[in-house]
């Protein structure tokens, strides 16, 4: 299993050949302290890299989850909507956000891999 990182700090993961499961990273849960809330994309929704996918809310503030790559929303993580605190508690695990069908393999493959995240965390 590939995880890759966007700026906007999300990760993806790819799980067969065209489907990713993708969420917060844990910098960015960090950031934003215990999470209360998180709204989920519609599943089959059509989205563009970079679009907003859902939304995050803690007790410090909101964050718009933007998708890491183009595709199809074919599933959201019912126990995170009725349990947000997931986000903060495995946010690389059970607290991940939906599953997408990727539409262009080769956004996926132009992420930062783990060592270049880790890079732009300590610079930020």
Same mark, same amino acid.
């Given at each position: 299993?590939?995880?890759?990182?966007?700026?906007?700090?999300?990760?993806?993961?790819?799980?067969?050949?065209?489907?990713?499961?993708?969420?917060i990273t844990t910098h960015a849960q960090?950031?934003?302290?215990?999470?209360?809330?998180?709204?989920?994309?519609?599943?089959? /929704?059509?989205?563009?890299?970079?679009?907003?996918?859902?939304?995050?809310?803690?007790?410090?503030?909101?964050?718009?989850?933007?998708?890491?790559? /183009?595709?199809?929303?074919?599933e959201v993580n019912e126990a995170l909507?009725?349990?947000? /605190?997931?986000?903060?508690?495995?946010?690389?695990? /059970?607290?991940?956000?939906f599953k997408v069908k990727l539409s262009?393999?080769?956004?996926?493959?132009?992420?930062?891999?783990?060592?270049?995240?880790?890079?732009?965390?300590?610079?930020?």
């Open positions: 299993m590939t995880t890759k990182y966007t700026t906007e700090h999300a990760w993806i993961n790819i799980e067969d050949h065209d489907a990713a499961v993708a969420g960090h950031t934003l302290g215990d999470v209360v809330f998180v709204e989920l994309p519609k599943v089959g /929704s059509i989205l563009r890299q970079g679009a907003v996918a859902g939304v995050v809310e803690s007790v410090k503030a909101a964050a718009d989850v933007h998708m890491p790559v /183009s595709g199809e929303i074919v909507r009725a349990d947000p /605190s997931l986000a903060n508690t495995d946010p690389l695990g /059970s607290g991940w956000f262009d393999m080769t956004e996926f493959d132009q992420l930062m891999d783990g060592p270049a995240y880790d890079k732009l965390v300590k610079n930020a």
